[in-house]
């Protein structure tokens, strides 16, 4: 079963700088995505930014970027000049793709709270 | 606009009660979701469809029971035999294969 871990569950960021969230996860599949979500304190749950496995290429979403390392199965999300708005709870998500084109749910790891500090 | 809509905000629930939360969507998307979370937990998935008429069941779906009799909505029934269902309910939607999108979220809370 594939299972995903964030081992840090609180971080804390000064306002402008940079911090790096950590997750890694588990799996016996070689195409599958990946995913970093959004949960401030209204808890909508916001899609941060999306990469496929398949993709050599770290995924950038202006401040948002990641360093995924496949043979590692580790999937960091860093966030540049960070902002009071980034605040929030942050979760990462797997997602295998099945040859067959078939639907697979959604694994989430436990979350990361993150505080920004002015 | 498109969205996700869930109903009602805040819900509570004496014990023995059914209880049905509400999620309908305007962006067709084939694909929908129910999600639990708990305080220091992740998301759990409760029940997922992929098309009208047909769901399946996720990782934590005892107490639980859904229908999909419209590709937009996608209700979620507590019945009394979930044991413990004060918690934070999430739907989700999207199309198949790729990320799925959220709605604003379901407090339950059991009186």
């Known amino acids: 079963a594939q299972t995903v871990t964030q081992s840090q569950p609180e971080m804390s960021v000064q306002e402008a700088e940079t911090v790096t969230l950590s997750c890694t996860y588990d799996t016996s599949e070689s195409d599958y995505y990946l995913f970093w979500y959004k949960q401030p304190p209204s808890r909508q749950m916001i899609l941060v930014i999306r990469?496929?496995?398949?993709?050599?290429q770290n995924a950038t979403e202006n401040r948002f970027s990641v360093n995924f390392q496949k043979a590692a199965k580790s999937f960091s999300l860093k966030i540049s000049d960070s902002q009071l708005g980034d605040a929030a709870m942050y979760f990462c998500?797997?997602?295998?793709?099945?040859?067959?084109?078939?639907?697979?749910?959604?694994?989430f790891g436990k979350g990361i709270t993150l505080s920004v500090r002015p | 606009d498109g969205g996700i809509t869930q109903s009602p905000k805040y819900l509570f629930r004496k014990e023995g009660q059914n209880v049905t939360l509400s999620c309908e969507q305007n962006l067709n998307h084939d694909a929908m979701y129910w999600y639990r979370q708990d305080p220091g937990q992740g998301l759990r998935l409760i029940y997922y469809s992929q098309i009208v008429n047909d769901f399946q069941k996720g990782d934590i779906a005892e107490g639980y029971s859904v229908s999909r009799e419209k590709k937009e909505s996608f209700p979620l029934t507590v019945t009394s035999a979930q044991k413990n269902p004060t918690a934070f309910y999430l739907c989700?939607?999207?199309?198949?294969?790729?990320?799925?999108?959220f709605g604003p979220g379901t407090r339950l809370t059991v009186l």
């Open positions: 990469q496929e496995a398949y993709k050599q």
């Open positions: 998500a797997y997602k295998w793709v099945p040859y067959t084109g078939a639907n697979s749910k959604l694994t």
């Open positions: 989700a939607s999207s199309i198949l294969d790729y990320e799925q999108f």
